[in-house]
């Protein structure tokens, strides 16, 4: 029972640098998700996805971008990454943005930023 | 946008003891959630409430989605290590928006 794989797990990247995180999950779920975690901050959402082919900004959409080729996996981007962007990464999905759907999260990526 | 306003934010107690966390809005939700997070991993869904008023237990916890639907409680009975984590509320108002709003949630800290 995979349920949502996040890869890959920890990270340590140079300012400037680009780099992929990938989210797969094998439940069929249509929504997918990609928040960033920081102390005192809770989860907050980076971009979402109701479906493959589809994006949408979140809460902090600003330095990140995503892509949904297959339904199975969601993909964030950092093109430049900053400083600003250390933080764990979790991605989630839902069969449905439904009431009785809950989020299902992957284990998270820690990403470090010098 | 919407927030939740979640406390304490962080609570140290004794093995066996009794736990009772919160959230709050100003907005009205038509879905709680509580997860937990344990260290090095993903948070993890404990319980789901979906009508106003409605209480809900899974073993040794029990929430309950607030008549106002601007709160909801969750409470854990007899404390034991293993509830160490972080529990996090979040809400759900529905319709278009396809956003959950977290709490910044409650750190636990059991000592045996």
């Known amino acids: 029972n995979a349920g949502v794989t996040q890869t890959p797990k920890f990270r340590v990247l140079k300012t400037g640098q680009s780099m992929t995180l990938l989210c797969a999950q094998d439940?069929?779920?249509?929504?997918m998700y990609w928040y960033r975690q920081d102390p005192g901050m809770g989860l907050r959402l980076i971009h979402y996805?109701?479906?493959?082919?589809?994006?949408a900004k979140g809460e902090v959409p600003d330095g990140y971008n995503v892509s949904r080729l297959k339904k199975q996996n969601f993909l964030l981007g950092l093109e430049s990454a900053a400083p600003s962007q250390t933080s764990v990464y979790f991605c989630?999905?839902?069969?449905?943005?439904?009431?009785?759907?809950?989020?299902?999260f992957g284990d998270g990526t820690r990403l470090s930023i010098l | 946008g919407q927030q939740l306003n979640q406390s304490p934010q962080s609570m140290f107690i004794q093995e066996g003891e009794d736990v009772s966390m919160n959230c709050t809005s100003s907005?009205?939700?038509?879905?709680w959630l509580w997860y937990k997070q344990d260290p090095g991993e993903g948070p993890v869904l404990l319980i789901a409430?979906?009508?106003?008023?409605e209480l809900t237990s899974n073993g040794r916890l029990t929430a309950q989605f607030g008549i106002t639907r601007k709160d909801s409680f969750l409470n854990i009975s007899a404390s034991i290590p293993s509830d160490v984590g972080i529990y996090f509320c979040?809400?759900?108002?529905?319709?278009?928006?396809?956003?959950?709003?977290f709490g910044k949630g409650t750190l636990l800290t059991v000592n045996p």
């Open positions: 989630a999905s839902s069969y449905a943005q439904a009431y009785n759907h809950p989020q299902h």
């Open positions: 409430l979906y009508k106003a008023g």
């Open positions: 907005s009205i939700f038509n879905t």
């Open positions: 996805s109701v479906g493959e082919g589809t994006t």
């Open positions: 439940m069929n779920h249509e929504y």
């Open positions: 979040a809400g759900f108002s529905g319709g278009s928006n396809y956003k959950l709003t």
